[in-house]
C-alpha cells in the first residue's frame, strides 16, 4: 500500500474505505469497457455517514489511474472536506451535485458519454424497446434536453424534474445516467442501459426493419430482473467483477 492509502486509510471508516474501493474498482470498470471520455465524466458516490459528503475523480486522472486513496472527498457544493493533493472539476459535479442533493437512494451517480450512449441520445424516439435488454431501462427510464455544458445552476431543478424517481437518465445530444443504492446496482444499471444502446445502433445499422416489442413487456419486467438476481441486484455480479480486476490490477484497491 503507497503512502497517501495509507494517510487516507487511518482517517476514515472502515465503510468509507470500503466505498472508496468500490467507487475505484467502478472507475476501473468504466475505462475497462471502454466508456471513459478523457476525463470528462464522472462517477459519484455518498460516503457513510450523517454528512452530505461524496467521493469524486480527481480532474485530470484517466479512469484507469483512480485509486480508492485518490478519490476527493466534497460537500454538495463540490468543496473539498477532507486534505487532497488533488483537485477536481467543480462543473462536472454540477449534475451529480443535483441529483444526490434531491434522492437520498441515488447514492451512486454515474454519467457517461460513450458513442452508442450519445447516438441513442440523439435519436427523436429515443431507446426503442427492440431487445430484452432495453426492457430493463425502459421500464424506468426518463429524459432531459440539452441546454449546453451542464454549468447553470439553474438547471438542476429541470433536470431533478425530469429524473424524478426514475434510474435511468437520457440526456439528450448528451449522454447517459444511472443512479443506484450502491455502487454494484448502479454500474449494473449502467451496464444494462449502455449495452441496450449498443445493440438499438448496431440493429438500426443493419437498415433492416425493426420488431418492436410491445409496451405490455415492460410492466413486470422488473420483477422478473429482481427474480434473475435472486434479489441481490447490482451484487449479483459485483464480486466476480472485483476478482476480475483483481487479476488485472489490483492497484485500484491503494
Known amino acids: 500500500m503507497n503512502t497517501l ?37 464522472h462517477l459519484t458516490v455518498r460516503v457513510p455517514g450523517p454528512e452530505h459528503h461524496f467521493l469524486i475523480n480527481p480532474y485530470g486522472m484517466l479512469f484507469e489511474e483512480i ?23 467543480p462543473a462536472g459535479f454540477t449534475i451529480h451535485s443535483a441529483i444526490h442533493a434531491a434522492r437520498d437512494n441515488a447514492k451512486c451517480v454515474m454519467h457517461l458519454h460513450t458513442d452508442a450512449g450519445v447516438a441513442v441520445s440523439a435519436q427523436r424516439d429515443g431507446l426503442l424497446a427492440i431487445s430484452q435488454t432495453a426492457l ?29 424517481d426514475k434510474t435511468y437518465l437520457i440526456l439528450r445530444n448528451h449522454g447517459t445516467l444511472a443512479v443506484g443504492a450502491s455502487v454494484a446496482d448502479a454500474f449494473l444499471h449502467m451496464f444494462v442501459l449502455e449495452r441496450a444502446c449498443r445493440i438499438q445502433v448496431l440493429a438500426q445499422s443493419g437498415g433492416a426493419s425493426l420488431i418492436q416489442l410491445p409496451a405490455s413487456l415492460v410492466e413486470g419486467i422488473m420483477a422478473q430482473a429482481e427474480q434473475a438476481t435472486n434479489g441481490l441486484g447490482g451484487q449479483i455480479a459485483w464480486p466476480g467483477l472485483l476478482r476480475k480486476l483483481d487479476r488485472l490490477d489490483a492497484s485500484f484497491r491503494d
Open 136 to 164: 430493463f431501462p425502459l421500464a424506468s427510464l426518463a429524459y432531459h434536453d440539452y441546454e449546453g455544458v451542464a454549468l447553470r445552476e439553474d438547471e438542476k431543478a429541470r433536470l431533478v424534474a425530469d429524473l424524478g
Open 67 to 89: 485509486t480508492a486513496s485518490n478519490l476527493v472527498k466534497v460537500d454538495l457544493d463540490g468543496r473539498t472536506v477532507m486534505p487532497s493533493p488533488y483537485a477536481i472539476n
Open 5 to 41: 492509502a495509507e494517510t487516507v486509510r487511518g482517517q476514515v471508516s472502515a465503510e468509507e474505505w470500503q466505498v472508496r474501493v468500490d467507487l475505484a474498482a467502478c472507475y476501473r470498470l468504466v475505462a475497462l469497457h471502454g466508456w471513459d471520455d478523457l476525463v470528462f465524466t
